[in-house]
């Protein structure tokens, strides 16, 4: 039973709304990330810069109560 109660409450986590911004982000870090290893042969900056920046957002969202 403890399977359907988790279904039931994650079925209003995710929207059409954010999985395109998923999507676009997605793209985004991507390419940002085959640029510099192509351009400057270091991978992993983006990957740093891109957690520093979702940990400043997730920080913000939940000092404003919005939620992360």
Do not use: E, H, N
Not at 19 to 25: A, V
Not at 37 to 56: C, E, R, Y
């Amino acid at each position: 039973m403890s399977s359907q109660s988790d279904r039931a409450s994650m079925r209003g986590q995710l929207s059409p709304v954010g999985i395109l911004i998923g999507i676009i982000g997605c793209a985004i870090i991507t390419a940002s990330s085959v640029y510099t290893a192509l351009k400057v042969g270091s991978l992993p900056w983006p990957t740093i810069f891109t957690s520093i920046t979702a940990l400043i957002i997730a920080l913000v969202s939940v000092a404003t109560g919005l939620g992360a």
